[in-house]
């Protein structure tokens, strides 16, 4: 049965071809498939405009946190409709946005004592830049030269022109080296694929020593390091050894360097904890946060900071001290209420508690995965998983590009009513954090057919 009133399945086809580009697709492709068109969803399911069902196991582009139609955040969607729907944020505040950053604050490492928000990943990390870069330009100490970034090979932090800039994904951000500003890139601890062709824990860490001297030579150049704590989820989810993270913290405030960490991916307990920095008790002098922050209802996110940051900005009018920068949307209320409602649910529900035995029972189960011939590497940080698939597993060597290995298994998880998105030939799993036991089962059945039957017809 079709879902919708108006138009059936294949005229609704037939218009998304006509009218719609897809983000990071390529429409080539897109207009000769059958393109599968969401309807509906509910908990761990959604459902297309022919009434099929499918487990959604990215979370709908790892945002969806309780599941879909989640009764309080739907409720709290409604109320704050019946009160008003948007209002600025340039010179006026709203109750919601209010009570948000409060209750923010109260549940982030304990450095941030300020929100700043905008309406998505890329702004709430372009934000941050802009901070650092003018931070060093206002605060007491002027060092108006550190005006560098340093950032990671395989780091990403979003599509605008900003945080391009500080993306280390050669495939996404190459083609635009030109109209970006230079940073400073080292290498990241990509286990699997040890650029210094060492093992954890027998390398001590020893790719650390780029960091430092990366540090110590650009000393009074850099504004900031960016990173995504503990994991480079967009690259392939290459979860990082445990520490590394906390010793470019350490780093950072030994080289006076101002520590950024992306939480766009890892925040609201997609890591196991409700933030990532969390696991190493890492204080960061700015947080980027967005994705699950709505629960997974709506364009959200947030720029969070230290007291003495904010200080800087504050001056007298004519010092133009202020932070030129604001979006429209800034602070909706209703992707504030939904925030709110979403946070309570956490509590109630004791979420990260609950989470802890599915992420164990994830690990366990994943371990079958290596008994497959094209699986090289199975990476895991909490409720983020990461397959590596290679065609040859003892030298590692990946398949060609256009083999288009990891779609493939995404299509034939999507026959046997799976969703889930590929990152190259990595295969990613990031399940809403309510699914429950039998349905990780499923999508763990899913998957594994699904690459078996890919990789060794
Ligand atoms: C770590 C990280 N930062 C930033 C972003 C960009 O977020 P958005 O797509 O909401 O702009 C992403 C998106 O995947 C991300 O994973």
Redesign the pocket.
Same mark, same amino acid.
């Given at each position: 049965m079709a879902l919708d009133q108006e138009y059936s399945p294949e005229e609704l086809e037939r218009l998304d071809k006509q009218f719609i580009w897809h983000p990071f697709t390529q429409m080539k492709d897109w207009l000769v498939e059958e393109p599968l068109i969401i309807a509906a969803g509910y908990g761990s399911y959604l459902e297309d405009v022919r009434g099929l069902r499918y487990l959604d196991g990215v979370s709908s582009l790892?945002v969806t946190i309780h599941g879909h139609r989640q009764e309080d955040i739907d409720r709290a969607v409604v109320e704050q409709l019946s009160r008003i729907a948007h209002s600025t944020f340039l010179g006026l505040s709203n109750v919601p946005a209010i009570k948000l950053a409060k209750r923010l604050v109260e549940i982030v490492p304990r450095s941030l004592t300020k929100v700043f928000y905008s309406d998505? &990943? $890329?702004?709430a #990390?372009e934000i941050s830049l802009k901070m650092a870069f003018q931070y060093w330009r206002q605060c007491q100490r002027r060092q108006p030269s550190k005006n560098r970034f340093i950032s990671f090979i395989n780091g990403?932090? &979003? /599509?605008t022109v900003g $945080?391009v800039s500080v993306g280390g994904i050669d495939l996404f951000h190459k083609i635009y080296r030109p109209l970006l500003f230079k940073g400073i890139r080292v290498h990241s601890p990509y286990c699997y694929r040890c650029h210094l062709c060492k093992e954890y824990p027998g390398c001590h860490l020893s790719c650390l020593a780029e960091v430092e001297e990366t540090m110590e030579r650009y000393q009074g150049k850099i504004a900031a390091v960016i990173v995504?704590p503990l994991i480079q !989820?967009?690259a392939g989810m290459i979860v990082f050894p445990p520490g590394y993270t906390q010793r470019v913290r350490e780093l950072a405030t030994k080289y006076n360097i101002l520590f950024i960490a /992306?939480e #766009?991916?890892t925040g609201f307990g997609r890591s196991g904890a409700l933030f990532a920095c969390m696991h190493e008790g890492i204080e960061p002098d700015f947080l !980027?946060v !967005?994705?699950g922050i709505t629960g997974g209802y709506l364009p959200l !996110?947030a720029t969070l900071t230290t007291q003495e940051v904010f200080a800087a900005f504050c001056g007298e009018y004519k010092e133009k001290k202020t932070l030129f920068h604001g979006h429209t949307y800034t602070a909706n209320p209703i992707a504030c209420a939904a925030a709110l409602a979403s946070l309570k649910v956490f509590e109630r529900e004791n979420t990260i508690g609950e989470l802890q035995g599915k992420i164990a029972f994830l690990r366990n189960k994943l371990k079958s995965f290596g008994e497959l011939k094209h699986v090289g590497d199975i990476r895991q940080l909490g409720f983020m998983v990461g397959i590596e698939l290679v065609r040859d597993p003892d030298t590692k060597k990946s398949y060609p590009y256009g083999a288009k290995m990891g779609i493939k298994v995404t299509k034939e998880a999507r026959k046997r009513g799976l969703i889930i998105r590929p990152l190259g030939d990595v295969i990613v799993l990031m399940p809403p954090l309510s699914m429950n036991y039998v349905e990780m089962e499923k999508l763990l059945e899913i998957t594994y057919y699904s690459i078996k039957a890919v990789t060794e017809r």
């Amino acid at each position: 049965m079709a879902l919708d009133q108006e138009y059936s399945p294949e005229e609704l086809e037939r218009l998304d071809k006509q009218f719609i580009w897809h983000p990071f697709t390529q429409m080539k492709d897109w207009l000769v498939e059958e393109p599968l068109i969401i309807a509906a969803g509910y908990g761990s399911y959604l459902e297309d405009v022919r009434g099929l069902r499918y487990l959604d196991g990215v979370s709908s582009l790892w945002v969806t946190i309780h599941g879909h139609r989640q009764e309080d955040i739907d409720r709290a969607v409604v109320e704050q409709l019946s009160r008003i729907a948007h209002s600025t944020f340039l010179g006026l505040s709203n109750v919601p946005a209010i009570k948000l950053a409060k209750r923010l604050v109260e549940i982030v490492p304990r450095s941030l004592t300020k929100v700043f928000y905008s309406d998505n &990943g $890329s702004t709430a #990390v372009e934000i941050s830049l802009k901070m650092a870069f003018q931070y060093w330009r206002q605060c007491q100490r002027r060092q108006p030269s550190k005006n560098r970034f340093i950032s990671f090979i395989n780091g990403y932090h &979003g /599509d605008t022109v900003g $945080s391009v800039s500080v993306g280390g994904i050669d495939l996404f951000h190459k083609i635009y080296r030109p109209l970006l500003f230079k940073g400073i890139r080292v290498h990241s601890p990509y286990c699997y694929r040890c650029h210094l062709c060492k093992e954890y824990p027998g390398c001590h860490l020893s790719c650390l020593a780029e960091v430092e001297e990366t540090m110590e030579r650009y000393q009074g150049k850099i504004a900031a390091v960016i990173v995504e704590p503990l994991i480079q !989820a967009a690259a392939g989810m290459i979860v990082f050894p445990p520490g590394y993270t906390q010793r470019v913290r350490e780093l950072a405030t030994k080289y006076n360097i101002l520590f950024i960490a /992306d939480e #766009v991916a890892t925040g609201f307990g997609r890591s196991g904890a409700l933030f990532a920095c969390m696991h190493e008790g890492i204080e960061p002098d700015f947080l !980027a946060v !967005a994705k699950g922050i709505t629960g997974g209802y709506l364009p959200l !996110a947030a720029t969070l900071t230290t007291q003495e940051v904010f200080a800087a900005f504050c001056g007298e009018y004519k010092e133009k001290k202020t932070l030129f920068h604001g979006h429209t949307y800034t602070a909706n209320p209703i992707a504030c209420a939904a925030a709110l409602a979403s946070l309570k649910v956490f509590e109630r529900e004791n979420t990260i508690g609950e989470l802890q035995g599915k992420i164990a029972f994830l690990r366990n189960k994943l371990k079958s995965f290596g008994e497959l011939k094209h699986v090289g590497d199975i990476r895991q940080l909490g409720f983020m998983v990461g397959i590596e698939l290679v065609r040859d597993p003892d030298t590692k060597k990946s398949y060609p590009y256009g083999a288009k290995m990891g779609i493939k298994v995404t299509k034939e998880a999507r026959k046997r009513g799976l969703i889930i998105r590929p990152l190259g030939d990595v295969i990613v799993l990031m399940p809403p954090l309510s699914m429950n036991y039998v349905e990780m089962e499923k999508l763990l059945e899913i998957t594994y057919y699904s690459i078996k039957a890919v990789t060794e017809r």
